[in-house]
């Protein structure tokens, strides 16, 4: 049985402040790959919003840079 993920947005995207880089696209790879394994996964909304925040975590980064 497959569990619905429940994200605290604003509280994911204050957490990913303080994730290295390397943990930031391994998350996108890893939530991608979840996706691509299961596009039935009732938790794929959880995994795209991974996606979405790391990516833009990173941008974030780098126009700070």
Known sequence: ????K???????RR??????????FFIIKDAQEAMKAN???PNN????DEVCYAG???NRR???A
């Open 62 to 64: 780098r126009k700070s």
């Open 39 to 41: 596009p039935e996964n």
């Open 15 to 24: 957490r990913l402040h303080s994730v290295p880089v390397a943990a930031l």
């Open 6 to 12: 429940i994200m605290d947005h604003a509280a994911y």
């Open 45 to 48: 909304g959880y995994y795209a």
């Open 56 to 58: 833009m975590e990173l």
């Open 1 to 4: 049985m497959l569990l619905n």
